[in-house]
């Protein structure tokens, strides 16, 4: 009994250390592993490459799979590449398990000595985050060596060799077990180097061995197909392509295994190289078979799996992959778009003021109020989403992102808010009254509203990409639309005092409007905030000089800076 759990601990460290080490190069180089992945694509052999080299850091073909696929989702880089990529990727994976088929029982301690330093002294650094796969790697070589001290005592076993000789003797049983336990342990690579441990002590026969290596290499497709389960119809389409490679290569090699098999004891000595021998050459072999095939599969995939049409204003968010949270990065880029969904709804809903202002449309009215449950729901998943990303994996640049959204995701919600009752009032006080506003005053509420339209859009792209210079001129419109308040207010006071009926009977809605609409563009303008602090051209004070001490005179001067539409709300 002993003997068996001390060889699922070896196990389950195996599976740990390659978690570690995926984890801690996602968090070291997660920006940098997907700039390597898009300058990869340029050619299938450099996509091969850029896929091979990218998972023998990951140690998981299935986090490369992930990565991928978010990528082909947010059409950054076609399919065809992304699945060449993947047979590369799984090129990559076999080559790590050639090397640590090797005795490296001495590396080990090396590896874990250094890394738990590196970790501990500078942890959140990117020296303590190479210190962190340092340790998954010796995890990993030392998770081997238990696996075969383990299995000596379990050889002497009776019972331990029944059960292991009662492995089924045909392919398709051996694939199926092979499938399972990849998906279960989350590790193709930690299922190979098992099978190879195992089959070295003689536990389970060679061509057993094959076998349940065919079945982890179609577990690894499974994995990422159920990983992307609940991901869009683009995200899944890069696992399905790469589980129908393997099933392809399967489908091949099984009648073959007995000749294979033959060839492999002629060239390698050991029965634990052979596995692993079998398992590179199985991979490199579906990538110089399909690596031309990857052009036609990918255009079957995009016929055969296509995006449902989107409806007006869907409530549930289309960019917060959980896949994501793993690579930071990656994950701060989601919530990013996530929040530029969000604004498309409250520019959707900003937009339809006018028509219902002109129109008296009370049933575009009902339809915008109830896009602000959406905005509500969108900004409460965008903030749950930023919660569970690792703020000490976060770089400073990250940081200061992730701080941006949540500033940029506050505005919308609460521009959303004002949205509401803007059209609650519109129905409230001119639709349900039958009221209409004056020709003038209409159109100085059009005017507003598509300044408003033309903000909100400038405020999108400083959101987007950080421009500087668009950031300044965002904030100078602060300034022009404050005027423009103070203007229109004074022309509504004229008008008021000339008596016009509909300026009269809408003193109240169009007042409402004018100071509504400034707050929205308040909060559009505070988008740039950050932008400009990050870059150091925010001054200190916004306070005019002189600003105290002329609050501090008499009333009158007092009564001299307050605003036409302060006159009219207290009249």
């Known amino acids: 009994m002993t003997e068996l759990l001390n060889l699922l601990a070896a196990i389950a460290l195996l599976v740990w250390g390659t978690f570690i080490v995926r984890t801690g190069v996602l968090r070291m180089f997660g920006e940098n592993l997907r700039h390597v992945l898009a300058r990869g694509m340029g050619s299938r052999p450099s996509a091969l490459l850029a896929g091979m080299g990218v998972t023998m850091l990951l140690q998981s073909g299935t986090a490369t799979c992930m990565l991928m696929a978010s990528f082909v989702a947010r059409q950054l880089v076609p399919t065809s590449a992304a699945l060449a990529v993947m047979l590369g990727a799984d090129v990559g994976s076999s080559l790590m398990a050639v090397v640590f088929s090797f005795d490296l029982s001495w590396l080990s301690p090396l590896l874990i000595f250094v890394g738990v330093v590196m970790f501990i002294s500078r942890e959140k650094s990117p020296v303590g985050r190479f210190g962190r796969v340092l340790i998954g790697l010796g995890l990993i070589t030392l998770a081997l060596h238990l696996i075969m001290e383990s299995t000596h005592p379990l050889v002497a076993s009776p019972v331990v060799r029944t059960l292991l000789t009662s492995l089924p003797q045909k392919v398709v049983p051996q694939l199926l077990v092979g499938a399972v336990l990849a998906v279960m342990s989350y590790s193709s690579l930690a299922i190979v180097l098992l099978t190879a441990a195992l089959a070295a002590q003689g536990l389970i026969a060679p061509t057993v061995a094959l076998g349940l290596v065919l079945g982890a290499n179609l577990g690894s497709g499974v994995l990422g197909v159920l990983s992307t389960l609940r991901g869009s119809v683009a995200t899944r389409r890069l696992p399905v392509g790469n589980l129908l490679f393997k099933v392809a290569g399967c489908v091949v090699a099984m009648p073959l295994l007995p000749q294979i098999h033959l060839m492999l004891e002629h060239s390698a000595p050991s029965v634990a190289r052979q596995v692993v021998l079998f398992h590179l050459g199985f991979n490199a072999a579906l990538a110089l078979l399909l690596v031309g095939a990857t052009t036609l599969l990918a255009s079957w995939l995009e016929r055969w799996l296509t995006e449902p049409p989107a409806p007006l204003a869907p409530a549930r968010p289309q960019h917060l992959d959980p896949m994501a949270l793993e690579t930071p990065s990656l994950a701060i880029s989601c919530a990013a778009r996530e929040a530029l969904h969000q604004a498309d709804i409250v520019e959707t809903m900003l937009r339809g003021i006018e028509p219902v202002l002109r129109h008296d449309d009370l049933a575009l009215a009902q339809q915008l109020r109830k896009m602000d449950d959406t905005v509500d729901a969108l900004y409460s998943a965008i903030k749950f989403y930023l919660t569970q990303i690792s703020r000490e994996a976060l770089s400073e640049r990250e940081g200061r992102r992730w701080t941006d959204i949540v500033s940029f995701t506050i505005n919308m919600e609460q521009i959303g808010d004002i949205i509401e009752r803007v059209l609650q009032d ?146």
Do not use: W
């Open 426 to 571: 519109i129905e409230d006080k001119k639709i349900r009254k039958k009221r209409r506003l004056s020709d003038a005053g209409l159109a100085e509420i059009v005017h507003l509203h598509q300044r408003l339209l033309q903000n909100l859009r400038l405020g999108m792209s400083v959101f987007l990409d950080g421009n500087v210079h668009d950031a300044q001129k965002l904030l100078e419109e602060k300034a022009r639309f404050r005027t423009l308040e103070h203007e229109y207010a004074a022309s509504h006071i004229v008008r008021l005092q000339a008596n016009t009926p509909h300026s009269i009977e809408t003193s109240s809605l169009h007042l409402d409007l004018i100071s509504d609409l400034k707050r929205i563009n308040s909060h559009i303008c505070s988008i740039a905030y950050p932008i400009l602090e990050s870059a150091g051209a925010l001054a200190s004070t916004r306070l005019r000089s002189g600003a105290v001490t002329g609050t501090s005179t008499s009333s009158g001067a007092a009564t001299a800076t307050t605003t036409p539409l302060q006159q009219v709300k207290d009249v």
